[in-house]
């Protein structure tokens, strides 16, 4: 394999993985190659990525937990600026980590990817002052196709970090099910 460490099945749930690209650096500063279609291929991680988003956000920002319903989307996701605990939902029915959810810590210096399957929710919260995400997306955006899962669904049971202040949520996720009661990829 080339240029990256990949961790396959994080936490036992099936197709989650954490990428780490090669860093190398000097006096300079660094330089990483952040994604190689070659390198995902010999890695058995075979996509085609059609869109690229990028977000900013102050710390105490949630977003999510969202997914498409009739198009859902694999994202790999990563952090350029700042530090978020990025979190992937396991929605796919059928599946034995149903409702499983497995989270991590991004940063700009660890230079971890998370590569989320369609079949999950997934969501983040800023844990920096201001963070940046940018992800890639194996279908495009569909407005009229948005699910989600409310956060701080008491089955997920998530674990969010601390982060000293007030967390902001818009009232569109605020109001979302739980995922007894979401519509479901």
Not at 29 to 58: C, H, I, K, P
Not at 59 to 68: C, D, E, N, Y
Not at 81 to 90: I, K, L, N, Q
């Amino acid at each position: 394999m080339g240029q990256i460490k990949v961790d396959y099945d994080v936490a036992g749930i099936k197709g989650l993985c954490v990428i780490t690209p090669s860093v190398h650096g000097d006096k300079r500063g660094y330089f990483s190659e952040t994604y190689n279609q070659r390198d995902m291929n010999e890695a058995g991680l075979n996509y085609t990525f059609v869109q690229d988003n990028q977000s900013s956000s102050t710390k105490g920002v949630l977003r999510g937990l969202h997914f498409q319903i009739n198009h859902p989307q694999t994202k790999l996701v990563r952090v350029i600026r700042g530090a978020v605990y990025d979190v992937a939902v396991d929605v796919r029915k059928g599946s034995e980590t149903f409702g499983k959810y497995y989270g991590l810590i991004m940063t700009e210096d660890n230079h971890k990817q998370f590569l989320i399957p369609k079949g999950f929710a997934h969501g983040f919260l800023v844990l920096s002052d201001f963070a940046e995400f940018c992800y890639k997306c194996d279908d495009f955006w569909h407005p009229n196709d948005e699910g989600g899962i409310i956060y701080n669904d008491p089955d997920i049971n998530i674990s969010w970090p601390e982060v000293n202040v007030s967390l902001n949520i818009i009232e569109r996720d605020r109001n979302l099910p739980t995922l007894k009661g979401a519509v479901l990829p």
